[in-house]
């Protein structure tokens, strides 16, 4: 994908030489913080003289921009309460921006603080600008404060930044002793509304957009990433994703970029992949709260199961995908990891337009696939208690579910007695074959035209899987899709059914990690076609929802650190086909219980803490 990109890029770039000199910003400390200023201020401040007075003096100060909550007057106390919500809910916002305070008032109020210096103008609505902090200039220029933060997973491939009209260029700044930087935007200049649901209490609502959705030409024109842009907020990067969305081991496979790494337990585990950056983005930054994946045999689910984060694979269809690039469009689909089970569910309202309503009546039935029968490992405890509370919340029955067993006994009379015969090769042969046509295709006419012949330089697992591909004959997609289609048709009548009161007849609950160790530094055996069955093809293969769901952690000991650490613990909720909204809402609902709980960045998912393995630079 990197040198299809670059070959576009180059192909595009206008024949005209600017004559005019193009600003991009600036970048400053403030009390050992860097900060990244937009070239263009957000207001110029003339209310104030005495204020301008002190700008003219120092040069760029650093200010905190409030309102005046009450045209009684504005006081130490109103600074503090201001001040704590601000350092609370802020990324950006410290109390460095404190020592100068400027307060948009209604009338001319009088204001004090005592360890401040407080100025205050008559600011019509027109004219005030959202309340946080700031730098002004001396001639009165407020500029937006982004906080200089460090990519140290090295999830990301390229930071940007955005402007009023949005156009996209690269972050022009950077920070000591590492590749990227990325600047945040402080969360205090979004107001929540109906065309941005996510701000507020969530904004930015920083998304990431990973290599294979947006490039930078179609990060204005392509239909989601002008979802994004609309309803979301801000766009602060482009994220790592393993070649063409093939599954890649770290190190081992990525022979391109450097895996990203996952920063929970030892930071020495596989981050899993395709979706390998907004992975381990959303576990390793608590400035960033939601980043973009696409999933077709796992992409979202491994990487949110292996981080403990929410990730959502959805019902195919219902998620636009036009532009992103394709491994098999038939599997294929779009959805968001996150820490954050509310803002996941906010979210999914901007990722699926009319296709989702939340809906709050559920199943009696809960099917448990492959689940402990009593706690002898670590994590089966928390696997239980976590079903026996969702069985009780919805005085629901739970049965134990074997699809084999199921398929034996009622399985098409045309196919196959055993499910894993049947379904062997049904994943390895239409990603192979839809994405030779789809990309090798273009990818190799076009370098080999722009390049006297040559081909490029290609990963050894898409290589491999290709390879395969190539050795069945055109009649086998049509094939293995017949075959999909049957057991889709007999999933949805014997697996996850529709019903028209709570939309699915029941729930499935497999589970999706239990600390497992994957280590990052093993030499493994060259890579082969990714054939068999298993309960995550199922989704891939019908249709349906799944959807993952962090429940806590367990222990290991780590051959790295030689020392007790946790992984997290997740499990796996699929409903019949279209019923997202059924999950999302049963998701709300068991927050509100306490059953789910928002996962934190860092070392753990359960409790936060310092990542052991920080990267320093690429
Ligand atoms: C502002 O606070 C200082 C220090 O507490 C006090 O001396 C002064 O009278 C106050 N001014 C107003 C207008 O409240
Ligand atoms: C003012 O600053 C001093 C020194 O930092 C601090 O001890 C004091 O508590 C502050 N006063 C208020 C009212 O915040
Ligand atoms: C701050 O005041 C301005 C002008 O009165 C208003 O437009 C803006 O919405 C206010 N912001 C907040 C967060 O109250
Ligand atoms: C909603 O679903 C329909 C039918 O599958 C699809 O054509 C449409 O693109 C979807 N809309 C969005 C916003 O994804
Ligand atoms: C299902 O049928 C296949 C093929 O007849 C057999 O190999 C397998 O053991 C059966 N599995 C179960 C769980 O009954
Ligand atoms: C699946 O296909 C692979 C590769 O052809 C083969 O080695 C394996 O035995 C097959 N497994 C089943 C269950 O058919």
Redesign the pocket.
């Known amino acids: 994908m990197d040198h299809f990109i670059t070959f576009l890029a180059l192909a595009l770039v206008p024949c005209t030489w600017a004559a005019t000199v193009q600003l991009t910003g600036q970048t400053v400390y403030l009390a050992g913080v860097s900060y990244y200023l937009p070239p263009s201020p957000v207001t110029t401040l003339q209310g104030n003289t005495a204020l301008g007075r002190k700008a003219l003096e120092e040069g760029l100060i650093p200010i905190t921009v409030l309102n005046a909550t009450d045209d009684t007057g504005y006081g130490h106390s109103d600074y503090q309460s201001a001040v704590s919500k601000f350092s609370t809910m802020d990324d950006v916002f410290t109390e460095a921006f404190g020592n100068t305070i400027y307060v948009q008032t209604k009338a001319s109020t009088v204001a004090n603080s005592t360890n401040s210096t407080v100025y205050t103008a008559n600011v019509a609505a027109n004219d005030a600008v959202p309340q946080g902090p700031y730098f002004m200039s001396s001639s009165g220029a407020v500029y937006e404060a982004w906080r200089l933060y460090t990519d140290f997973a090295g999830a990301f491939t390229e930071t940007l930044i955005g402007d009023a009209e949005g156009t996209f260029s690269v972050l022009p700044a950077n920070v000591p002793g590492q590749a990227l930087a990325v600047a945040v935007p402080s969360r205090l200049y979004y107001t929540k509304s109906a065309e941005k649901p996510l701000a507020g209490e969530f904004a930015p609502a920083t998304v990431i957009v990973p290599g294979i959705i947006c490039t930078h030409q179609q990060l204005r024109t392509h239909f989601l990433c002008n979802v994004w842009s609309t309803l979301v907020l801000s766009f602060l990067g482009k994220l790592k994703t393993s070649q063409f969305a093939n599954g890649e081991e770290a190190t081992a496979d990525w022979d391109d970029y450097h895996s990203p790494f996952n920063p929970r337990g030892d930071g020495y585990q596989d981050p899993s992949s395709s979706s390998s950056g907004p992975g381990a983005a959303a576990a390793s930054y608590p400035w960033l709260d939601l980043t973009l994946g696409s999933d077709t045999g796992g992409s979202i689910r491994g990487p949110s199961e292996v981080q403990g984060l929410y990730g959502n694979r959805p019902s195919h269809d219902l998620v636009a995908l036009d532009g992103t690039m394709p491994l098999s469009p038939p599997l294929d689909t779009s959805g968001f990891l996150t820490r954050d089970p509310v803002l996941w569910a906010e979210a999914a309202k901007a990722l699926y337009l009319d296709n989702v309503t939340i809906t709050h009546s559920y199943p009696k039935h809960i099917k448990l696939y492959d689940f402990p029968k009593k706690a002898s490992q670590p994590g089966d405890d928390l696997l239980l208690d976590f079903i026996t509370k969702v069985a009780s919340y919805l005085g629901a029955k739970t049965t134990n579910y074997d699809i084999e067993t199921s398929w034996n006994r009622s399985h098409p009379a045309s196919a196959n007695p055993?499910i894993?015969?049947y379904l062997?090769?049904t994943y390895p042969i239409l990603i192979a074959k839809n994405q030779v046509d789809l990309v090798r295709k273009p990818l190799y006419d076009d370098y080999a035209a722009a390049h006297d012949g040559r081909k490029p330089a290609v990963d050894p697992v898409p290589l491999a899987r290709w390879g395969f591909g190539d050795t069945f004959p055109e009649s086998a997609v049509a094939e293995q899709n017949t075959k999909r289609t049957i057991f889709a048709d007999w999933f949805a009548s014997h697996g996850l059914s529709p019903n028209p009161d709570t939309c699915s007849d029941g729930i499935l609950f497999y589970v999706g990690s239990q600390a497992d160790v994957n280590y990052r530094n093993q030499y493994i055996s060259a890579p082969?076609?990714p054939?068999?069955?298993s309960i995550s093809r199922v989704s891939p293969f019908w249709g349906g929802p799944d959807l993952v769901l962090p429940i806590g952690q367990a222990s290991y000991h780590s051959t790295i650190t030689h020392h007790k650490e946790f992984l997290p613990v997740t499990v796996d909720i699929m409903a019949a086909r279209g019923c997202d909204g059924m999950i999302f809402g049963l998701v709300q609902d068991l927050v509100k219980q306490g059953i789910l709980k928002t996962s934190v960045a860092g070392n753990s998912n359960a409790g936060g803490g310092e990542v052991l393995f920080k990267r320093a630079s690429q």
Do not use: K, P, R, T
């Open positions: 055993s894993d015969d062997n090769l082969v076609a054939y068999g069955f």
